[in-house]
């Protein structure tokens, strides 16, 4: 059981925006920076955001991550077939000492 | 470019150990951590801990102390992930990953599929 909660789905046409929100504590997000990756079905995770709200080298600006207080957002803009995936957000928690991410959120394209 | 290749699909009893290698290229393997993550069919990704290349320090998460051995070899830019004492519930896909911090990586393995049944 994750302690970074997110919404199981979300959804919308091609060319629209989704959000999907990652909300934990103080002990993780709420202290420490987010990254969020993206799963296509069968591949290995990549990575979107890191440090909260940067971009890695060749991901678009489509992507985008922001936070604020224990939340964390990932952004899609220009929504594409090719988005469909599951996202995932993860950081570090202080008091577990351990390596956490988000329950996931399956981006599906109408 | 940047490449972490992994070793193939396993297939172990209850009981036994696993170990899992991840060989990068494509840069200064002591320059970054490697993370090991792994993932379930069809469940989320679960952290398991990270290990300096250049020092060999190691973090594990708590729930696979006692159990999990990262180790590596600078010579041929290889890192490994030991698991023993295999259960069921430890059948899943395991990552490696170059990691920017211990909990974000930029580049991954293909994954190696691990399966443990009797």
């Known amino acids: 059981q994750s302690v970074l909660t997110q919404p199981p789905s979300v959804s919308a046409a091609p060319g629209q925006k989704v959000t999907i929100s990652c909300s934990g504590s103080?002990?993780?997000?709420?202290?420490?920076?987010v990254s969020w990756y993206q799963q296509l079905p069968g591949t290995a995770p990549k990575l979107l955001i890191y440090?909260?709200?940067k971009r890695p080298s060749g991901i678009p600006d489509r992507f985008s991550g922001s936070k604020s207080g224990t939340s964390a957002t990932l952004g899609i803009t220009g929504l594409q077939t090719g988005d469909e995936a599951d996202y995932y957000c993860?950081?570090?928690?202080?008091?577990?000492?351990?390596?956490?991410f988000g329950t996931g959120t399956k981006v599906t394209v109408l | 470019q940047v490449q972490l290749v992994q070793s193939g699909a396993e297939v172990k009893k209850p009981g036994a150990s696993v170990k899992v290698s991840c060989k990068a290229s494509?840069?200064?393997?002591?320059?970054?951590?490697i993370n090991w993550v792994r993932q379930a069919t069809g469940q989320g990704l679960e952290w398991m801990g990270w290990?300096?290349?250049?020092?060999?320090?190691?973090g594990y998460a708590q729930k696979f102390q006692g159990r999990v051995t990262m180790t590596r070899n600078t010579s041929i830019s290889t890192a490994y992930m030991e698991l023993s004492s295999l259960r069921s519930e430890d059948t899943a896909v395991y990552y490696c990953?170059?990691?920017?911090?211990?909990?974000?990586?930029?580049?991954w393995g293909q994954g190696t599929l691990v399966t443990v049944s009797s």
């Open positions: 103080s002990s993780n997000i709420g202290n420490n920076y």
């Open positions: 290990m300096n290349p250049n020092s060999g320090n190691t």
């Open positions: 993860g950081t570090w928690d202080s008091s577990l000492s351990v390596g956490v």
């Open positions: 990953a170059r990691g920017l911090t211990v909990t974000t990586s930029d580049y």
């Open positions: 440090d909260n709200n």
């Open positions: 494509g840069y200064t393997f002591t320059n970054y951590d």
